[in-house]
């Protein structure tokens, strides 16, 4: 049964800076690719950014420029440095991995419990 923890959450004002961390266990071989979502309230779940086994990153138009991911492999873990972070970024922000060819959250259902991000002055 694979675990996601998600961390590093917290309040900021506008233009602040934030580093998210995700931890997946429950697995020992490493993860092939890794995806951050976030749900805002009153909004559905939403693809934040990506990063696959070549190293590849793909983000989200709105956070491309602000937001780098960035994993450890060996140690399972994925990363969000959030930057220049603005009110609309207000959200709850979950990770996501997939092991061979199955996602763990968004086709398993085994969502983390997020971490609350809140960007506000």
């Known amino acids: 049964q694979v675990q996601l923890v998600e961390s590093g959450g917290g309040l900021v004002q506008p233009g602040g800076s934030l580093r998210l961390s995700c931890a997946a266990s429950?697995?020992?071989?490493?993860?092939?690719?890794m995806k951050w979502y976030r749900q805002a309230p009153g909004k559905e779940r939403e693809f934040v950014a990506g990063?696959?086994?070549?190293?590849?990153?793909r983000y989200a138009e709105s956070v491309k420029g602000r937001f780098t991911i960035s994993r450890n492999t060996a140690m399972n873990e994925v990363y969000l440095q959030m930057n220049r972070l603005k009110p609309e970024d207000t959200a709850v922000y979950y990770c996501?991995?997939?092991?061979?060819?199955?996602?763990?959250?968004?086709?398993?259902?085994?969502w983390g419990q997020g971490t609350q991000v809140t960007v506000s002055s």
């Open positions: 429950g697995r020992h071989s490493s993860f092939n690719a």
């Open positions: 996501d991995v997939r092991y061979g060819s199955i996602w763990i959250a968004s086709e398993r259902g085994s």
């Open positions: 990063i696959v086994g070549g190293g590849t990153t």
